[in-house]
Structures are given as structure tokens and as C-alpha cells.
């Protein structure tokens, strides 16, 4: 089990930039793939952007690629979510994600087993 604590959120205008980032606890971060997702009000929680355990593979959804982009670093027991040309519709609440896996990143939130509390994203228009 990882314990998962994110910051970085805020208020920015359309088309600005803001970085997530999400510390971990634990000795074994570097075996886990890590992912993030969001929750807008009144709709599901939707998978974002998904890392391997390395670094070495990532995977975005449709609505974010291009534009945010996630990273890792196993020194620091952080993962980081870099999000550019922010649009009103990525106002959400940012959740990262572990799961202890070495081979294959998931999108589906029953695949991740341990979640942050989660950072307000708000973009304005």
C-alpha cells in the first residue's frame, strides 16, 4: 500500500498552464504505475494519463493528449502531471493513483488500488 498526497492545483484562465504533482509514501514506489484522473461535478471520476513504473511507457486519454503530459521521478517518490492550454472543461478535481504493477498501465479506476484526497483544478474562461 502507498499513501498518495497531491498539490499544485488552483484557479488559471483559459489557456494557461498549471503542474500537479503527486508525493508518495512508501519504499517500493518504483514498482508501481501510476496514474491520473479527474472528477468534474456531477460526472465520473475519467482517467487522464497513466506512467510506468519506469517512466519509460505513458498513455493519455483522447481529451488530454497533446497537452498534458505525466512524469516521475522514483528519487523523489513523485509523479507530476505538466497540464498546458488549459480548457474550461478540465476544471475538475486531479486524483493520482498507484497500481502494483509492473507491466501494464491501466485506465479503469477499479485497477487502481490506492487514491490522494485529490486537487481542485479550476480554468477559467
Known amino acids: 500500500q502507498v499513501q498518495l498526497v497531491e498539490s499544485g492545483g488552483g484557479l488559471v484562465q483559459a489557456g494557461g498552464s498549471l503542474r500537479l504533482s503527486c508525493a508518495a509514501s512508501?519504499?517500493?514506489?518504483?514498482?508501481?504505475?501510476m496514474g491520473w484522473f479527474r472528477q468534474a461535478p456531477g460526472k465520473e471520476r475519467e482517467f487522464a494519463a497513466a506512467i510506468s513504473w519506469s517512466g519509460g511507457r505513458t498513455y493519455y486519454a483522447d481529451s488530454v493528449k497533446g497537452r498534458f503530459t505525466i512524469s516521475r521521478d522514483n528519487a523523489k517518490n513523485t509523479v507530476y502531471l505538466q497540464m498546458n492550454s488549459l480548457k474550461p472543461e478540465d476544471t475538475a478535481v486531479y486524483y493520482c493513483?498507484?497500481?502494483?504493477?509492473?507491466?501494464?498501465?491501466?485506465?479503469?479506476?477499479?485497477?487502481?488500488?490506492?487514491w490522494g484526497r485529490g486537487t481542485q483544478v479550476t480554468v477559467s474562461s
Open positions: 512508501g519504499r517500493t514506489f518504483s514498482t508501481y504505475a
Open positions: 493513483a498507484a497500481r502494483r504493477d509492473i507491466v501494464r498501465l491501466a485506465t479503469s479506476v477499479d485497477e487502481y488500488a490506492d
